[in-house]
């Protein structure tokens, strides 16, 4: 069996033997797949509302040719053809756009998709971010691919810096047990193997549900009494009245300590369920909300 290391070696050879452009080079992805370029690419479909993100943060809306539906961040994205959701893509949508790279999800594209587009000789690029550092470490690496390494290693380094900000604050601080909340009916949360665990962990809290077997466990009043969560955290895009309802239910249960104390909040799910560069945002709010006795730095 050929392994990471050899390759490695084994494209670097191929890449020499091409002649190719400044921006060209081969690619292993998150599938250890080698992707060739022949140059850097100009038109670009994004196969999740996460890729999208990333794409405008490195500054590359205009090469974005198709993107998939609920790809809502930033406005520009909307009016972007469509090729369908991510779990589900019109093949035949992204082939009359003429890509000359499409960036695909392991977690949520389906690997015949990926393959279908690598028959018709368009360049498929997966990727597979599951924690906050390995985002920042994605957005580099598509800078890279995208010819645009400079700007992308700028942009980086000011989250990097950020998610520092984070972690030297909460260091030596107690780390209440968190409860993340990402569905009331039923109720369900998120285990260890989840952004949104590794999100919770930097900003020094314990996730109550992180050695759950089930990557979104669903939980029943009598355990969360049990386990007594410090903090609930209720992950949503509802506001107002939808939260002041879901505030009102956990009312009930006055024996949980983050109901006694006051301590259960909402956090916008666009922050911290996708993996983008929005996640540092996510990271400071949920930091912010586990520990409001920290003077925070807002540089």
């Not at 080079?25 to 599938?31: E, R, Y």
């Not at 909300?289 to 003077?295: I, R, S, T």
Request: glycine share 6%.
């Amino acid at each position: 069996m050929i392994t990471r290391f050899c390759l490695r070696i084994v494209l670097v050879g191929v890449f020499l033997s091409l002649s190719l452009s400044s921006h060209a080079g081969v690619f292993l992805d998150s599938l250890d797949r080698a992707v060739i370029l022949s140059s850097a690419p100009m038109r670009i479909i994004s196969l999740a509302p996460s890729i999208t993100e990333m794409i405008y943060f490195l500054g590359l809306g205009d090469r974005l040719v198709g993107v998939t539906r609920f790809s809502s961040f930033p406005r520009e994205a909307q009016s972007k053809p469509k090729v369908g959701i991510y779990t589900n893509i019109n093949i035949e949508k992204v082939i009359s756009l003429n890509p000359d790279l499409v960036i695909g999800t392991m977690d949520g594209n389906r690997r015949e998709d990926v393959e279908m587009l690598e028959e018709v000789d368009i360049p498929v690029y997966v990727i597979n971010p599951r924690t906050v550092g390995q985002v920042l470490d994605t957005l580099e690496r598509l800078g890279e691919i995208c010819g645009v390494t400079d700007r992308s290693e700028r942009l980086v380094l000011s989250l990097r810096e950020r998610v520092l900000r984070v972690e030297r604050a909460v260091r030596n601080r107690e780390k209440p047990l968190v409860l993340l909340v990402i569905n009331m009916r039923p109720l369900m949360s998120v285990n260890g193997r989840t952004i949104h665990h590794n999100v919770i962990q930097l900003a020094g809290g314990r996730n109550m549900t992180g050695d759950q077997p089930i990557t979104y466990p669903k939980l029943n009043i009598e355990e969360v009494i049990r386990k007594g969560p410090d903090v609930i955290i209720i992950s949503s895009m509802e506001r107002g009245e939808e939260f002041e309802k879901a505030k009102q239910e956990w009312s009930r249960w006055s024996t949980v300590p983050a109901v006694s104390k006051g301590k259960v909040y909402l956090i916008d799910s666009d922050l911290i369920d996708r993996p983008a560069p929005r996640i540092v945002s996510g990271l400071e709010e949920m930091a912010r909300l586990l520990h409001p006795e920290v003077v925070w730095d807002e540089r």
